[in-house]
């Protein structure tokens, strides 16, 4: 019996070492793990494929609404989180609320810190909130993360006037005016024409703008027009005669009764209308106006420069064409900073009386007044 139970436990033995020498499949060894490239790998759960990080969004802020239908997104440049590197472009993405996309700006070139893409005009809609993010992209292979997402509402239509402490929007085409208007005739869809030298309209801005744009479209300069010294536009501090007021500001289109009809003249008043070395007069400018035409007419100043142009215009679209006048002039090394800043269509009745006011028969339309930095609503 101890024999056979020992026969048993020999032959138990044998059959395990040969099931364990017969057997030739072996386990291959591990394959060696490859380092994965430092800039770009396989995409991760964001979709990203490029080792760099999320822009960060700067402006306009998150829940703010802005002035104008093409607000200009900014963002502070994304950096490489292994490898120096630069990111060249950038993709900027708009989207409704309901998340679809409204707008996808395409590669765009990076700033030195910062990088801005203006949203074009015709793509937004008027008092809408959108969201946008921004992400490094080089083509569909090399994309970084998206950044975090902003909201902005955009501001009320072209028809509809606004104003804030930068920035004025008065179409004229509705039939009223945002500014306080004297003896003028509106018309819709059309504008407000001034009716005599003593029509106006004032705008009381909510602060001073020591540097920025003042624009409108404008019908029928003609150069013959009733009046001496009359101005298509001006500006001063608070009310006073504008004549002698320290921040005259004044364009002025002469009429029938000067010597030279049709010309074109700026007087800046930069502080003291008693010092002679604080008025500057620009040189007599004979654009070749002609009535029954359609105008663009942009001042900008700031940093002691001022600068005058006007161009054709389709009173229509908007359209810009051809440059009727460019002039470029300084006022010294003074800031102009009127206080309060009051601006006008045309131009209150002063001592020198209604002939040098306003110019009379002229119709005006989509006005701006503008702190640098901002844009006319209509993306002119």
């Not at 993360?145 to 028809?159: A, C, D, R, V």
Request: proline share 6%; net charge positive; hydrophobic share 35%.
């Amino acid at each position: 019996m101890q024999k056979k139970k020992w026969f048993l436990y020999g032959l138990a033995a044998v059959m395990a070492v040969a099931m364990a020498c017969g057997g030739d499949t072996k386990t291959p060894p591990a394959s060696p793990t490859i380092a994965a490239d430092s800039t770009t790998d396989a995409a991760s759960a964001d979709g990203s494929t490029w080792k760099i990080t999320a822009p960060t969004l700067s402006s306009p802020a998150s829940g703010s609404t802005v002035d104008v239908l093409t607000p200009n997104l900014v963002i502070t440049n994304a950096t490489s989180k292994f490898v120096a590197q630069s990111i060249p472009t950038y993709r900027f993405v708009v989207l409704s609320a309901a998340g679809a996309t409204v707008y996808d700006s395409g590669l765009v070139g990076a700033g030195a810190a910062l990088t801005g893409h203006r949203v074009p005009a015709e793509t937004l809609k008027a008092e809408t909130t959108y969201s946008w993010k921004v992400r490094g992209e080089t083509n569909s292979a090399t994309i970084g993360p998206w950044s975090s997402t902003f909201t902005f509402t955009t501001p009320k239509g072209l028809q509809e006037g606004f104003q804030t402490p930068t920035t004025l929007w008065d179409p004229l085409t509705n039939q009223k005016s945002f500014g306080t208007a004297a003896n003028m005739e509106f018309t819709k869809d059309v504008g407000a024409r001034t009716v005599s030298n003593e029509s106006n309209i004032r705008y009381d801005l909510l602060q001073t703008i020591n540097a920025g744009e003042f624009s409108f479209f404008v019908y029928n300069l003609n150069p013959l027009s009733v009046g001496d010294k009359t101005k298509l536009m001006s500006m001063q501090e608070g009310t006073s005669d504008i004549t002698t007021n320290d921040y005259r500001f004044t364009v002025e289109k002469r009429g029938g009764s000067y010597v030279a009809p049709g010309q074109v003249r700026i007087r800046i008043i930069a502080g003291d209308a008693e010092d002679h070395g604080r008025i500057f007069d620009s040189a007599p400018l004979q654009p070749p106006l002609v009535k029954a035409v359609w105008y663009f007419v942009r001042l900008t100043w700031g940093s002691s420069r001022a600068r005058l142009q006007i161009f054709n215009a389709d009173g229509t679209t908007g359209a810009l064409g051809s440059s009727v006048l460019d002039y470029d002039m300084g006022y010294g090394s003074y800031t102009y900073k009127p206080v309060p800043h009051t601006a006008w269509i045309g131009a209150p009745v002063g001592r020198a009386g209604s002939q040098d006011a306003s110019v009379p028969n002229m119709t005006v339309k989509w006005v701006w007044i503008g702190a640098s930095g901002t844009k006319r609503p209509d993306g002119k």
